[in-house]
């Protein structure tokens, strides 16, 4: 049991520092990208490996708009030639593949492949990988508060069932499991809109490597620090407690 509540089921990654990978190296912010594409198919790997149940990785933000057109377009280009070039591997190893954010305002093609992509792998029980795309955890839990307050005037809901539960069961993430760890990478020190309501009593890691550097053993390290660690969810420390 003690070994089971110190493995993760769940870890969710925000991949961060691309831009910094390649102005290190001279390189253009989208080269950047492209070696985080192959930093994303490492993580899967070594989530798979390490027995992890869910992966959610954070693609990009209802922020990420903001930046220039060209490299927005390049993250839209480099999302689809992912699932293009790895999907039919994710569906043979089991992975189902689920994508968490507001499909509105997605390309058309970019939708359809994600859809693709979840149905295709509808079944698979193995692991699951959450893409985070076009999310914001302010935005998913207004989305989530809205269809709530739709069943309220409707009648199908009445005030008093409002628990977190229900609130929970009107996210992006219904039926998966909080994040138990949460990785930054790049260094830096903030959560940045990812995952806000289920990161209640998840733990952290800032590591201070760029994305495209984050390898399998960075990622086990992690793990294995994480296993390390003391979880309470507001009650007592199991020494104190035993
Ligand atoms: C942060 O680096 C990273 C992103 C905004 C996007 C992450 C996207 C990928 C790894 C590739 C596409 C994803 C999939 C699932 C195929 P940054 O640009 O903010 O880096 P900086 O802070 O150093 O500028």
Known sequence: MADNVRHPRHVAIIMDGN?????????????????????????VRTARELNIEYLT????????????ADEVGELLRLLKFFIRRDLADLHREGVRVRVIGE??????DVRNLLEEAEQLTIANDRNTLLIAFNYGARDEIARAMRRIAEKL?????????VTPELLDAHLDTAGIPDPDLIIRTSGELRLSNFLLWQAAYSEFSFIPC?????????????????????????????????
Do not use: C
């Open 19 to 43: 831009g910094r990978w390649a102005k290190e190296r001279g390189l253009p912010r989208t080269m950047g990208h492209r070696r985080g594409v192959e930093a994303v198919r490492q993580a």
């Open 57 to 68: 990785l954070f693609a990009f933000s209802s922020e990420n708009w903001r930046r220039p």
């Open 103 to 108: 499909r509105e305002g997605l390309p058309a």
């Open 153 to 161: 005037v409707s009648g199908e809901t009445s005030v008093e069932s």
């Open 210 to 242: 760029y994305w495209p550097d984050f390898d399998g053993k960075v990622f086990a390290e992690a793990v294995r620090e994480y296993s390390m660690r003391d979880r309470r969810f507001g009650g007592l420390s199991r020494e104190i407690a035993s």
